[in-house]
């Protein structure tokens, strides 16, 4: 065991962060700290490394370990170009390397005791610089910084210069070079593209030392980690495995929680009628019988319905009106920066109802290829053709159409002023503005709160064609879930960019994958993607020198070269996806009904203690039928959850 946490608590006035969290992390294993954005995840790690005192319990670290910590955002100043502010990573070796070189000066002038002394010197210092890999330093450093996203032409570049993302990288190599025991880790994929984060999913995967990593990346978490810490309303739990084995047991244990509660409500409410019948008889023997009832009725330990954050909380997204097939069509399109050509002769279309994700690194021209079809920026040649009733609803982190002097509520009540107030407040939750967040001015909100705002607008805008440039950043993990499903419930047509790979292996049915200045078209989600990457790119790039016709022709057979059967295998594995997705909306629709019904009868019970309703017979009378049609209605769906569930 390298770190061990016992019973930490945190508060911060009377809101509690966690409490009595212990957990421990062994010897080079990789973990996750997950949770909703303000659960405490980030202040685990801060507690951790002493940056934030615990209000009670122990951090200890194992004698003799390192611990490196990258916090989410980086202030790093001075004159040094990249490469050298990584350099002071390997300061040590670097110092240890010209102690080298300079006994390697002074040995021809000495002699006797003195030369013994130095060459005794020289072998430890050559011997702990080969253990150390000092041969191979400059190699490696090179290597984290072409993995990290940054080419040779950036290393000569001031720090002074760079974005708060690129500085972030920077800081994320340095820590990766001086090679703590235990790396802690707070949203490192934030400003990596995909190329990058695999890069450093493999790193990490074969880092000796120990890993614990705050993240949003559900795809990154699951090749990573084989624990993962929840923090849940203050309480830390743990669970073995990567992501979707956590995310698999939560369910499972939910679900088990909710049947068993749902089971002894249902035997509550049998009893009780019983019970009620039994005195009814009116005699001594059936009364003792009611009474003996009665008594393990009260015995019996209540189990508590299970609660989950969100669970309230459903988005809807349904097009006001139904589009033609042919949603968009593109004829040679071309864009080019000079020196820089992004794309050039591409032609693709999409019919109504696909759900295509368009990937590719970071500068290749996906954003640009969304701009060009909302008109934002012409292209270069080339056109694109909406179909008939087309309607876009576009979201661009770069564009939000806010009113600076409205609040967060007002920006959505005042355009869409049929929705209720619960409906605003659910559709803006799932965003992540609970309670006062709602009043928030738009002008105090940062870049990232505004784009939050801007894609709650367009979830509200009805219309049938969603093109979305990077949906899920700055959403926590409940919240991707959350618009995931209703991408996946929406009867649109959806084009949208996307570094999330969870979220595209979730929502697409078809990837564009922009490389060598075109479009190679995967039929399939981000895992089938993955599967005939290196197939069709080889396919593609090795036509880079051949002619244009010759290009066209094995870009536009290399799709359907994948096989009808992989294709009918997607199709079947989309079927039965809906047919999944179908049976939990519908376990999900019958356990909100029996919530509402089981309120409905509380809310009766009421009502029946009030003096003009229990004075007034009719009305006691229509309650009783309200009650008595209320409970066969919920033995019913009792049964119909029962079998939904198994």
Not at 152 to 165: A, C, I, M, N, R
Request: proline share 2%; glycine share 6%; hydrophobic share 35%.
């Amino acid at each position: 065991m390298i770190l061990a946490c016992h019973n930490l608590t945190k508060a911060f006035g009377e809101h509690v962060i966690v409490q009595n969290a212990s957990f421990h992390i062994e010897d080079h294993e990789k973990a996750a700290v997950v949770g909703l954005n303000g659960a405490g995840k980030s202040t685990i790690l801060k507690m951790i490394v002493g940056e934030l005192p615990a209000d009670e319990g122990s951090v200890l670290l194992s004698k003799g370990k390192t611990l490196g910590y990258l916090a989410q955002h980086q202030d790093l100043m001075g004159q040094r170009s990249i490469y050298d502010e990584v350099l002071t990573a390997k300061a040590k070796i670097i110092e240890m390397e010209q102690q080298i070189r300079d006994i390697e000066q002074e040995l021809s002038a000495l002699s006797g005791e003195e030369l013994e002394r130095k060459l005794t010197l020289y072998q430890r210092l050559t011997a702990d610089f080969e253990q150390a890999d000092g041969y191979a330093y400059r190699s490696e450093l090179t290597g984290v910084l072409k993995g990290l996203g940054f080419l040779e032409e950036d290393f000569s570049k001031s720090v002074d210069t760079l974005s708060g993302g690129q500085k972030t990288r920077v800081s994320l190599g340095k820590l990766l070079l001086t090679r703590p025991d235990i790396l802690l880790l707070d949203e490192p994929t934030n400003h990596l593209d995909m190329n990058s984060i695999a890069w450093l999913e493999n790193y990490l995967l074969n880092y000796p030392g120990a890993v614990l990593i705050v993240s949003h990346d559900r795809y990154f978490l699951n090749k990573v980690v084989t624990k993962v810490l929840e923090i849940e309303l203050g309480v830390l739990t743990s669970y073995q495995g990567n992501y979707s084995s956590y995310a698999e047991k939560k369910k499972q244990i939910r679900e088990a929680k909710l049947k068993e509660y749902l089971n002894q409500q249902r035997e509550i409410r049998h009893q009780e009628a019983v019970i009620e019948k039994l005195r009814s008889f009116n005699r001594e023997k059936t009364i003792r019988r009611a009474e003996s009832r009665e008594k393990m009725l009260n015995k019996m330990t209540l189990v508590d319905k299970p609660a989950e954050v969100n669970t309230d909380i459903h988005l809807v997204l349904e097009p006001s009106r139904i589009s033609g097939n042919d949603v968009l069509s593109v004829q040679n399109l071309s864009k080019s920066f000079p020196p820089q050509t992004l794309f050039r002769d591409v032609n693709f279309e999409i019919k109504r109802g696909e759900h295509v994700a368009v990937i590719g690194d970071n500068g290749t021209g996906k954003t640009t290829l969304l701009k060009i079809l909302n008109s934002v920026i012409p292209a270069d040649t080339g056109s694109f053709t909406l179909g008939t009733n087309v309607q876009i609803g576009y979201y661009d982190q770069e564009h939000h159409v806010l009113h600076m002097e409205k609040t967060i509520f007002e920006e959505i009540s005042d355009d869409y002023p049929n929705l209720t107030n619960t409906e605003i407040r659910n559709m803006l939750a799932a965003f992540l503005f609970t309670g006062d967040d709602v009043f928030k001015l738009i002008r105090d909100l940062s870049g990232g709160e505004r784009g939050r705002v801007s894609l709650a607008k367009l979830m509200l805008s009805e219309a049938n064609f969603l093109i979305l440039d990077e949906p899920t950043n700055h959403l926590d993990i409940a919240s991707k879930e959350i618009l995931e499903k209703a991408l996946n419930d929406y009867t649109g047509t959806l084009l949208y960019v996307s570094h999330d790979r969870y979220f595209i292996n979730q929502t697409a049915s078809r990837i564009l994958d922009l490389v060598g200045n075109t479009f190679v078209n995967y039929i399939g989600d981000y895992d089938y993607y993955l599967e005939k990457k290196e197939e069709l790119t080889r396919v593609y790039t090795s036509d880079a020198v051949s002619s244009k016709d010759n290009l066209e022709a094995k870009a536009s057979s290399a799709p359907n070269a994948s096989s009808s059967v992989s294709k009918m295998s997607w199709q079947e594995r989309k079927e039965e996806q809906a047919m999944l997705r179908k049976r939990a909306n519908e376990l999900k629709r019958t356990e909100d009904r029996i919530a509402q019904l089981e309120d409905r009868d509380t809310e009766i019970d009421h009502l029946l203690t009030q003096e003009e309703i229990y004075t007034n017979s009719v009305r006691c009378q229509e309650l009783a039928h309200e009650k008595e049609s209320n409970a066969k209605e919920l033995e019913v769906l009792y049964e119909k959850w029962e079998t939904l569930a198994e």
